[in-house]
């Protein structure tokens, strides 16, 4: 017999009772579907540590219900502890040898310990016990993709799409995949097959307007949704991607309309908010941007992109040190932003805190030494500064680090012709040169007096031949 839903009333008289018994740390005899539904309530809350003790009371008070046990595993993969995890799924397969869920759950587990073999077997034992093939498919998807083995992932998805896909979750999921794989072609070709059969599925249009969007083909990708939305005239997702499209590609006022037909749909949210700020910050219409923005905070206070958006509008009236602390606040939210991270950073310069930027982009490097504006920035810092030995320090670091450093070549040859070091700035701007002739203006930014160096032009004008 199906459980039923439990009533907001009587899980919150349920939730009370429990935290009565805690804090006496003496426990009721509940049911199991009242377990369940705590369990459920603390682990969307969330509060894992108490979803955790919920489900070992459960396996206390129903030692034989296989499922008590699936789901404190479950909760040992939330907080990222698999081996507890894998412990606890094998009692609940002792119990249920058989059951295609644990199974499944077992080989999910895993994969999370890097035994991809062990789990595509358990996968495939999962069938054999009834599981659902196109959830097994897209789960065996992600094993092959994690492993790097992109033809097998490939392989899973067009075997999920040879039948009728029914779960829009596992569609979005396999062009997910595909996004990440960085195989849009193939993707579209295979959505586009899939449409032969079903040509009114709308949201295989949305998949495909999605490979088109990260392909920069935003014409295909407007022409993609609107089919889906011919289709279902209230499909929210469409009209979200279409706003996002078509401020893509400078339709600002067509993006407000269709962001608008969301909202009709679905309400205002702190995402349509605040694409709606960039909108009307696109169109320089600045006090409806800020309405936008704020808008979205009263929904989400930790939306960290509205209050950069926030932060940009006072730097544009160049207000820097209002702007300063927005950007701050939208930086400690999310401080692994690179745009907003930019923009915080540039605002510090405006304001002459040259040792705090510094001091941000050297923690920056630290942690993260692929970002090649972070060298850019902080070398211009130390060079703006007097400090023009640690600025060549910060850019030869860089060359080693950035997979092609073109930028930062142009850079330290300017700083290496700045401070007499003829031989180094020749030897760097031919390594810039090699990488990038095109971008040879560069050079130019940090050393323009090299514009009328004869020797210097003679030799950008070899390397552009050569290009």
């Not at 006496?24 to 005899?29: I, K, P, R």
């Not at 097998?152 to 829009?168: G, T, Y």
């Not at 249009?205 to 969007?213: C, E, G, S, V």
Request: glycine share 4%.
């Amino acid at each position: 017999m199906d459980e039923e839903e439990i009533s907001g009333e009587e899980l919150s008289a349920l939730v009370a009772r429990f935290e009565q018994n805690c804090l006496v740390d003496s426990f009721d005899y509940y049911s199991a579907d009242h377990l369940s539904d705590l369990i459920e309530h603390y682990i969307e809350k969330p509060n894992y540590k108490t979803a955790l003790r919920v489900a070992q009371l459960a396996i206390e008070q129903h030692p034989y219900d296989a499922s008590f046990f699936s789901k404190k595993a479950y909760i040992y993969t939330l907080t990222n502890k698999p081996s507890d995890a894998l412990n606890i799924i094998d009692v609940a397969l002792d119990l249920e040898p058989g059951n295609s869920d644990f199974l499944s759950q077992k080989a999910s587990i895993l994969e999370l310990l890097d035994r991809p073999m062990e789990a595509l077997e358990l996968f495939d034992q999962a069938l054999e016990n009834g599981a659902d093939e196109q959830e097994c498919l897209l789960l065996k998807m992600f094993v092959y993709f994690n492993m790097g083995n992109h033809a097998l992932a490939i392989n899973m998805i067009e075997q999920i799409f040879s039948k009728p896909v029914e779960d829009d979750r596992l569609i979005l999921e396999c062009q997910f995949c595909l996004q990440l794989m960085d195989v849009h072609e193939e993707g579209i070709r295979i959505f586009k097959a899939y449409l032969d059969e079903d040509p009114y599925h709308e949201v295989v249009w949305l998949a495909i307007a999605r490979l088109y969007m990260v392909s920069g083909f935003h014409d295909l990708a407007v022409e993609a949704l609107d089919f889906a939305l011919a289709i279902d005239d209230e499909f929210s997702e469409a009209y979200f991607d279409k706003g996002q499209c078509l401020f893509d590609q400078g339709k600002f006022e067509e993006a407000v309309k269709v962001y608008q037909e969301y909202i009709n749909i679905e309400g205002a949210d702190a995402f349509v908010n605040c694409n709606l700020g960039d909108c009307y910050m696109a169109l320089n219409q600045l006090a409806m941007s800020r309405t936008y923005y704020k808008q979205a905070l009263k929904i989400e206070p930790k939306f960290a992109h509205a209050w950069y958006g926030l932060g940009q509008i006072l730097v544009r009236q160049e207000n820097y040190e209002e702007a300063y602390v927005l950007l701050k606040k939208a930086a400690k939210l999310l401080p692994d932003d690179e745009q907003i991270i930019i923009e915080y950073v540039s605002t510090m310069i405006e304001l002459a805190k040259f040792e705090e930027a510094a001091n941000l982009l050297e923690d920056r490097i630290e942690k993260q030494n692929s970002n090649e504006w972070a060298y850019l920035m902080l070398a211009s810092i130390y060079h703006a500064t007097g400090l023009t030995s640690l600025a060549l320090e910060v850019l030869i670091d860089g060359v080693k680090k950035i997979e092609t450093p073109a930028n930062l070549f142009y850079k330290l040859a300017a700083y290496y012709f700045l401070t007499d070091f003829y031989e180094e700035g020749i030897d760097a701007l031919t390594e810039a040169l090699l990488l990038s002739p095109a971008d040879y203006e560069r050079l130019f930014v940090d050393a323009p007096h090299l514009k009328n160096n004869k020797h210097i032009l003679d030799i950008i004008e070899l390397y552009k031949n050569e290009d």
